[in-house]
């Protein structure tokens, strides 16, 4: 493995980034992510849009707030770790939204 690939799996090497440097809490009601969200929800509405594909998804902190507010959502991230926490979330908390391991070719 050269310098410049990442471990797909290595956890340590995630979080040495500001963006994954802590694994979030497992209640999804202390996630601060609302504003961020309701700013583009009126217009989704307009265009009579349903689904949300969130490419870039990390642990899912938009996913889970567009599927509560009423979109179909999918969660994918280039990061497997993120994925596989954003279904574990998921799971735990008894909201069906799929995450998806792709890469940006994928996508």
Same mark, same amino acid.
């Given at each position: 493995?050269? /310098?410049?690939?990442? =471990? =797909?799996? *290595?956890? /340590? $090497?995630? $979080? ?5 440097? !802590?694994? =979030?809490? =497992?209640? #999804?009601? $202390? ?11 009126? #217009? ?6 349903? %689904? ?10 938009? $996913? ?5 507010? @009423? !979109? &179909?959502?999918? @969660?994918?991230?280039? /990061?497997? +770790?993120?994925?596989?926490? @954003?279904?574990? #979330?998921?799971?735990?908390? @008894?909201? *069906? +939204? &799929?995450?998806?391991?792709? %890469?940006? /070719? &994928?996508?």
């Amino acid at each position: 493995m050269s /310098a410049h690939q990442i =471990p =797909p799996n *290595d956890w /340590a $090497t995630f $979080t040495r980034h500001s963006w994954l440097a !802590f694994k =979030p809490s =497992p209640d #999804l009601s $202390t996630w601060d992510t609302n504003a961020r969200c309701e700013d583009v929800v009126e #217009l989704l509405r307009a265009h009579n849009c349903k %689904s949300i594909l969130d490419a870039a998804s990390g642990y899912g902190l938009k $996913t889970f707030r567009f599927n509560q507010m @009423g !979109f &179909e959502t999918l @969660g994918a991230n280039s /990061a497997e +770790i993120c994925v596989r926490y @954003g279904r574990e #979330l998921a799971d735990a908390s @008894g909201i *069906d +939204i &799929e995450f998806r391991h792709l %890469s940006w /070719a &994928e996508i």
